[in-house]
């Protein structure tokens, strides 16, 4: 059993930048792929970003392109998300995930989330 653990969410204004991680107990990470998605008020959980063992990473460019980077610290079980330059539609409970597939299309694990709000 994987248990994920989400940080690093808060109230900021349009064009701040916030770090997110998700550290995970029990088992490693080994080489699962591992990220996040989010959901927004009233919208479906939409992929947002993953990243394999080595290091390749995946993002949904039409939200975030250019804005957001993943990474990821085998060695201390946790995946980061930095996201830059925020706008108010990046507003939602962010989710961490353990899985497989570049896009994280099946899921094993899922964190409780972490909120994030954007004030325009």
């Known amino acids: 059993q994987v248990h994920l653990v989400e940080s690093g969410g808060g109230l900021v204004q349009t064009g701040d930048s916030l770090r997110l991680s998700c550290a995970a107990s029990?088992?490693?990470?080994?080489?699962?792929?591992v990220g996040w998605f989010r959901q927004a008020p009233g919208k479906e959980r939409e992929f947002v970003a993953a990243?394999?063992?080595?290091?390749?990473?995946?993002y949904n460019t039409n939200s975030v392109k250019g804005r957001f980077s993943i990474s990821r610290d085998n060695a201390k079980n946790t995946v980061y998300l930095q996201m830059n330059s925020l706008k108010p539609e990046d507003t939602a409970v962010y989710y961490c995930?353990?899985?497989?597939?570049?896009?994280?299309?099946?899921?094993?694990?899922w964190g409780e989330g972490t909120l994030v709000t954007v004030s325009s």
């Open positions: 995930a353990l899985g497989a597939n570049d896009r994280l299309s099946v899921v094993y694990y």
């Open positions: 029990g088992p490693t990470f080994g080489t699962y792929v």
């Open positions: 990243i394999t063992w080595s290091g390749g990473s995946t």
